[in-house]
């Protein structure tokens, strides 16, 4: 590998958002790691990439698990000793599951959405750190900006999910810190919001597809150096918190 390829971390990379967002990268000759909580899933995923000739690799990443967060972050110092690109997609929805109490959604949903990126951004900071242009992408959703929900007229107004939507908003609330605090190591951080998209998340409805979904991804992942930090994004441009 030549120093110019750039390394791309992208959790949740076995499907949906996380796998196109990973061919995506890929095709921008990008090398990505394809975090995936099973690694066999993950070698089958990247198998019609490789076959296409993308450098991409399988890695074992449960952003649950301090010690495969730990792990990964070893694998990533010895193998490249930097990283460029971070995109924290990992990410679930519970508000629909039946027999789990408020509170039990709110612990589990965060335990993934919030506290989970939040342990893999804290682990790759420093290869982060060493990269000529750092970038970092939390995947967040519209249902958690505050002034869309306010807006009577918003296409998602009727969809109540409080347990993600707060999960998100956490996570918005955490890429303006962020953004903040790693600035003077020229770290840009940026949330997005895909669209609502056909994945195994929302069964396969509409018919918005990952691809498109990973356009925004793609764009604050491969961001100039001009480019903005600390804001919160859709493929349409900046969106209310
Ligand atoms: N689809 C939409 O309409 C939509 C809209 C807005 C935002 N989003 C966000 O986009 C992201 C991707 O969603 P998606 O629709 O592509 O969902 P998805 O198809 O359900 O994919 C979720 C991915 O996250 C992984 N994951 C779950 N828990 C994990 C953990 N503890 N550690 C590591 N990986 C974990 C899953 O791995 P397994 O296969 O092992 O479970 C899977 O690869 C999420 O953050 C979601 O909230 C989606």
């Known amino acids: 590998m030549t120093q110019t390829n750039k390394i791309a971390l992208v959790s949740g990379a076995n499907r949906g958002i996380g796998e196109a967002v990973a061919t995506g990268l890929a095709r921008e000759g990008v090398h990505v790691l394809m975090g995936c909580r099973d690694l066999a899933k993950g070698e089958a995923a990247a198998a019609p990439l490789k076959a296409e000739g993308l450098q991409v690799t399988p890695v074992q990443l449960d952003v649950t698990d301090a010690a495969s967060v730990a792990a990964l972050a070893n694998q990533i110092a010895d193998t490249h000793g930097r990283l460029d690109i971070l995109v924290n997609n990992a990410g679930v929805g519970l508000d629909f599951v039946p ?9 589990q949903t965060l335990a993934i959405n919030v506290v989970g990126g939040l342990r893999l951004t804290e ?3 420093p290869l982060l750190a060493v990269s000529a242009h750092p970038r970092i992408v939390n995947v967040s959703s519209e249902l958690a900006s505050f002034g869309l929900r306010h807006d009577p007229d918003w296409e998602h107004h009727d969809k109540i999910l409080p347990t993600y939507a707060a ?4 996570v918005n609330a955490l890429t303006v810190s962020q953004a903040a605090a790693l600035a003077d190591k020229g770290i840009k951080v940026n949330a997005i919001c895909p669209g609502y998209t056909a994945t195994a998340a929302t069964n396969f409805m509409p018919d918005r597809t990952p691809e498109q979904a990973a356009v925004i991804v793609l764009r604050m992942a491969l961001l100039d150096d001009e480019g ?14």
């Not at 027999?99 to 612990?107: A, F, G, H, I, R």
């Not at 999960?167 to 956490?170: G, H, I, P, T």
């Not at 903005?228 to 918190?241: A, I, R, S, V, Y």
């Open 228 to 241: 903005p930090t600390g804001g919160f994004f859709n493929d349409q441009g900046e969106l209310p918190w």
């Open 123 to 125: 682990a790759m900071v």
């Open 167 to 170: 999960s998100k908003a956490a």
């Open 99 to 107: 027999d789990l109490s408020p509170v039990e959604k709110v612990e």
